[in-house]
């Protein structure tokens, strides 16, 4: 063997690597949604349009609890799967339905999705910097909201069969619980009328309930009463701050809370962010490191809370073969 024939090896070892990476990266972006969605579900694909399919339906109906269904709006009665055709043949039945922004109204029957949900519902208002623009919250929190008050609805409904024997129709949607989310900003308006504004990390009521930059990561300060003030200014002896009358209650530390961050934050400059937040922690101060998404997930209190087997097996996928891939997916 040459020392041509070593390289040339070597050359289509990297190209494979290569082709293997770009091949297997936008797979593994794929599957950690796929996964985060449907982990603990059994799947099923039936056409509905079809009789043959609505069968199938029916026949898993004859034992079912609950039925979900986020069709849009006539879809299911069109096919004589509505609630009211359903319930004279599943009277115990649980039906729960899913919409945008419910069947009726100016809006009824329109589809809704997260993102426009968040712009419209006043979300994207009060989330951002005070200087910035309006931003959509990084999760989708709104269908996250949505799919609890659904489920919760469901248990509802099955607690009043255990009473009465019959099921009920039970409805959400993705508008209300954007809605619902607006605390305390619509409780803020319905007070005073005043437009809610951006706040950036701030609390727009309790001050300081910020994030604050240290000597290394930032912490975010979640000080939401006079006691935890004085133990916070006790821990960064700072007595004057607490003796000062500008920031004797909560509502004068609120109003004042431009000198105040920029004290806090000339007091903290020194001080290491991680080891700052677990000190208050320990003192009564609500207080934490601003975490990455990857650190989060590997702390060792995250470790000793068990969380759920979807999330192990998303952090075991980094690095692993399309083929090493397929085997935990299946």
């Not at 919760?152 to 619902?180: I, N, P, W, Y």
């Not at 290491?272 to 003192?283: C, V, Y």
């Amino acid at each position: 063997m040459t020392l041509q024939d070593l390289l040339d090896r070597e050359a289509i070892r990297e190209c494979c690597t290569a082709i293997a990476a770009a091949l297997i990266a936008p797979m593994r972006s794929r599957c950690a949604p796929r996964m985060g969605l449907n982990r603990n579900k059994v799947g099923m694909r039936l056409d509905l349009a079809s009789a043959s399919g609505r069968d199938v339906l029916l026949g898993l109906l004859e034992g079912a609890d609950v039925m979900l269904k986020n069709f849009k709006t006539g879809t299911m009665e069109k096919w004589g799967l509505g609630y009211a055709q359903l319930s004279q043949r599943f009277p115990r039945l649980v039906h729960c339905r899913v919409r945008g922004f419910g069947a009726d109204g100016p809006l009824g029957g329109l589809a809704g999705y997260d993102a426009a949900v968040q712009a419209m519902a006043g979300i994207m208002s009060v989330n951002g910097e005070a200087d910035g623009e309006p931003l959509r919250v990084g999760l989708p929190v709104v269908d996250m909201v949505t799919g609890l008050n659904a489920a919760l609805g469901a248990l509802l409904a099955l607690q009043d069969r255990a009473r009465t024997g019959k099921g009920q129709f039970v409805e959400t949607s993705l508008h209300d619980c954007g809605l619902s989310l607006l605390h305390p900003h619509a409780a803020n308006w319905f007070m005073d009328g005043r437009e809610p504004k951006l706040t950036g990390n701030a609390h727009p009521n309790i001050y300081p309930y910020d994030a604050f930059p240290t000597r290394t990561e930032p912490v975010f300060l979640a000080v939401g009463n006079d006691r935890q003030f004085v133990l916070l200014c006790g821990y960064l002896d700072a007595g004057d701050l607490a003796a000062d009358p500008a920031y004797a209650r909560a509502g004068d530390r609120s109003r004042n809370r431009v000198a105040l961050r920029q004290r806090l934050i000339e007091l903290m400059s020194g001080l290491d962010g991680p080891p700052l937040a677990q000190d208050l922690m320990n003192i009564g101060v609500p207080c934490a490191p601003v975490l990455s998404v990857s650190s989060a997930l590997q702390h060792p209190h995250t470790e000793h809370r068990e969380p759920p087997r979807v999330l192990r097996r998303l952090i075991h996928l980094r690095g692993l073969s399309h083929e090493q891939v397929e085997q935990v997916l299946t």
